[in-house]
């Protein structure tokens, strides 16, 4: 059997994938979770084989869960299931150590193939997400700018797009003030962009958050 941690913070969504789950012969529901603090807690008790986990949380954003599960068991299958379509954060998740990505949009049994496929420890590529993939071996220059950061610089990216001020990121992040101003520094210079707002703006616009 395969056991499979659900993370999202909507109940209907977390009860229709239990249902659904339920129906397969070899996939067991053993935790369920609504924030991200949650999900590192079912992370930390060993309670699942696969982790099939939402971007958006009250409590931090699906990207900061995924660095922190990653960092306490890098090699746990993390399957991303997002509202947000590919194209915004599937290869930069991808490269970030998540093992599959798929719009909620997908059909059921898409997850399920996923389950099977990132639990016998292969990355699930849909062939969406294959083709940008490919699209991005032409050279760094014609990815989208924030798909250039490093997995630190875009936590701190969508954080300041999202309006949080370096003292509270430093404190959530476990970082000096000083450490996080280092990485806003980097992501303007890489983005080159001026201020927050232009964060937010090109976030927006890029539908990196809602």
Do not use: W
């Amino acid at each position: 059997m395969i056991r499979v941690a659900i993370i999202d913070d909507h109940a209907i969504v977390r009860a229709g994938l239990r249902q659904f789950f339920s129906e397969q012969v070899d996939l067991v529901v053993v935790a369920e979770a609504a924030t991200g603090r949650e999900a590192v807690d079912i992370v930390r008790k060993e309670l699942a084989d696969v982790l099939v986990m939402d971007l958006s949380m009250p409590d931090q954003s699906g990207v900061d869960a995924l660095a922190s599960i990653k960092a306490r068991a890098p090699d746990l299958p993390v399957l991303i299931l997002s509202g947000f379509p590919e194209e915004h954060y599937a290869t930069t998740l991808l490269r970030q150590g998540a093992s599959g990505y798929l719009s909620k949009d997908c059909d059921p049994e898409e997850i399920v193939k996923a389950i099977r496929t990132v639990f016998r420890g292969r990355k699930y590529i849909t062939a969406g997400v294959a083709e940008m993939l490919a699209d991005g071996l032409g050279g760094a220059n014609e990815k989208p700018i924030h798909e250039q950061l490093s997995e630190r610089e875009f936590q701190v990216f969508l954080r300041l797009a999202k309006g949080e001020t370096i003292g509270t990121m430093a404190d959530s992040m476990s970082l000096s003030v000083k450490t996080v101003s280092t990485y806003r520094t980097r992501v303007m210079e890489k983005m080159r962009l001026s201020t927050n707002s232009d964060l937010t703006y090109y976030a927006l616009k890029n539908g990196l958050i809602q």
